[in-house]
Each structure stands twice: as structure tokens, then as C-alpha cells.
């Protein structure tokens, strides 16, 4: 799990945390505006809000208020479970869903830490008004390394808005990486109630963790 976890942190910073993009918003489709308007938004809020970001409530209000209407948490949280949400109850899947976005929340306050100075690059596409899914191919520029490439799974919901669902990097899905974490853990738990367990007794170390270093960092400067 440490490795998945280092995978998203990497994905997250670099779907959400960089600092421009090769493109006018006029050339850009929707999907891609949604990536683009995320982007931008965030990284003000590193730039401005740095010290805040030590602050989980913070993050966890951003989360709310700047992921959520643009990434699709429930989406996510079915596709990851795979044949275990089909099997879940109704506690289960909320309970889940819960500790999910919390592991979410806490990816993030160390994506926020890891924050580089990249770029966007979109690559052409062409939208079909009637497409529900597609696909947003992007380009990460870096100062003296090679492009990375970068490919939002994105979806249209019921309200006509698009919500990006998994990151591709470089051909490794970040679905499919914790689909099949997920799946060995459950199995080898014994069952989805004693994973939804261990993701909340870690989303509690993670929280404590993070208030001991919000902690030390007051106590440091006063």
C-alpha cells in the first residue's frame, strides 16, 4: 500500500497541482476546462494559503469545496471495490465511501508538501456533444526531463457536468492500482468491514501524525 500511496500521491499533485498550461481556454474543450480551472485554482491556493495547508480541517474543507465538484469520489470509491461494492450493504458502501475520501484528504496534505513547478501541455482532441466518457491526453513539461504523459478518465454526471475519475500515468491507472490493492486486502482480511477498518485505523494515524507536525511547527516558532 506504501507503494500505491506514493503512486497517487505523484498522480494528484501532478492532475491537480500544476502551475500552467499550453493553451488558451478558448482552445480548450469542457473536460479539459475542468482539468485547467482545477489546476489553476489550487495552485493559488498553495501559493497564498501555504501555511494553512498544515491544517487537515483546511484540506478537508478543500477537498469539499475544490475536488468534489470536479472529481467523481463516488465513481471512484465503485470502480475500486469492483465486485465488492456490488456485494456491499448499504453501511458498507458509506462507511467506505467515508474513510475513502478521508484517504483522499490525506493523499492530498502530502501532495500539497510535494507541490512542483510543472506545466500542462493538451494535447488536440475533438468532442462529440453526445460522448459521455473520454479521455483528456495531456503532457507534463518539467525543466530538463523528458514529458510525462498524463490521461484523465473523465465522465459526464446527471447535472451535464464532467468529473475526471482516474489518472493514468504513463499507462498505470490509478483505479486499477487500488482495485487491485483493494482486492488482495480483502481477500487476505478476510472481508470488506475489516479493510474498511484498516483504512480508518490508518486515516487516524495520518491525522494524528499530522497534527504532532502542525504541532512541532507552532512550537518551533514561538
Same mark, same amino acid.
Given at each position: 500500500?506504501?507503494?500505491?500511496?506514493?503512486?497517487?500521491? %505523484?498522480?494528484? *499533485?501532478?492532475?491537480? &497541482?500544476?502551475?500552467?498550461?499550453?493553451?488558451?481556454? +478558448?482552445? &480548450?474543450?469542457?473536460?479539459?476546462?475542468?482539468?485547467?480551472?482545477?489546476?489553476?485554482?489550487?495552485? =493559488?491556493?498553495?501559493?497564498?494559503?501555504? #501555511? $494553512?495547508?498544515?491544517?487537515?480541517?483546511?484540506?478537508?474543507?478543500?477537498? =469539499? @469545496?475544490?475536488? +468534489?465538484?470536479?472529481?467523481?469520489? #463516488? !465513481?471512484?470509491? !465503485?470502480?475500486?471495490?469492483?465486485?465488492?461494492?456490488?456485494?456491499?450493504?448499504? #453501511?458498507? $458502501?458509506?462507511?467506505?465511501?467515508?474513510?475513502?475520501?478521508?484517504?483522499?484528504?490525506?493523499?492530498?496534505?502530502?501532495?500539497? =508538501?510535494?507541490?512542483?513547478?510543472?506545466?500542462?501541455?493538451?494535447?488536440?482532441?475533438?468532442?462529440?456533444? /453526445?460522448?459521455?466518457?473520454?479521455?483528456?491526453? /495531456?503532457?507534463?513539461?518539467?525543466?530538463?526531463?523528458?514529458?510525462?504523459?498524463?490521461?484523465?478518465?473523465?465522465? %459526464? =454526471?446527471?447535472?451535464? !457536468?464532467?468529473?475526471?475519475?482516474?489518472?493514468?500515468?504513463?499507462? %498505470? *491507472?490509478?483505479?486499477?492500482?487500488?482495485?487491485?490493492?483493494?482486492?488482495?486486502?480483502?481477500?487476505?482480511?478476510?472481508? &470488506?468491514?475489516?479493510?474498511?477498518?484498516?483504512?480508518? @485505523? $490508518?486515516? $487516524?494515524? *495520518? +491525522?494524528?501524525?499530522?497534527?504532532?507536525?502542525?504541532?512541532? !511547527?507552532?512550537?518551533?516558532?514561538?
Amino acid at each position: 500500500m506504501n507503494k500505491l500511496n506514493a503512486f497517487i500521491r %505523484i498522480g494528484l *499533485s501532478v492532475l491537480l &497541482l500544476s502551475v500552467a498550461t499550453i493553451a488558451s481556454a +478558448e482552445d &480548450l474543450n469542457p473536460p479539459q476546462k475542468v482539468i485547467q480551472d482545477t489546476s489553476e485554482l489550487l495552485y =493559488n491556493i498553495v501559493k497564498n494559503d501555504k #501555511e $494553512k495547508l498544515a491544517n487537515r480541517d483546511y484540506v478537508f474543507q478543500l477537498v =469539499n @469545496d475544490v475536488l +468534489e465538484p470536479r472529481v467523481d469520489l #463516488e !465513481k471512484i470509491s !465503485k470502480l475500486v471495490l469492483g465486485k465488492y461494492w456490488r456485494k456491499a450493504t448499504d #453501511e458498507q $458502501k458509506t462507511q467506505f465511501q467515508k474513510e475513502f475520501k478521508d484517504l483522499f484528504v490525506n493523499t492530498y496534505a502530502t501532495a500539497f =508538501n510535494e507541490f512542483g513547478e510543472w506545466t500542462v501541455h493538451f494535447l488536440p482532441m475533438t468532442l462529440d456533444p /453526445t460522448q459521455t466518457r473520454i479521455i483528456v491526453k /495531456t503532457e507534463i513539461i518539467q525543466p530538463s526531463r523528458p514529458p510525462v504523459a498524463v490521461n484523465y478518465r473523465m465522465a %459526464i =454526471n446527471k447535472e451535464g !457536468k464532467w468529473k475526471a475519475y482516474d489518472v493514468i500515468i504513463e499507462g %498505470i *491507472s490509478m483505479v486499477t492500482n487500488y482495485k487491485s490493492s483493494f482486492a488482495t486486502t480483502i481477500k487476505n482480511a478476510g472481508g &470488506l468491514d475489516k479493510v474498511i477498518q484498516q483504512l480508518a @485505523d $490508518k486515516n $487516524k494515524q *495520518s +491525522e494524528e501524525a499530522a497534527s504532532q507536525l502542525a504541532f512541532d !511547527k507552532a512550537s518551533s516558532k514561538s
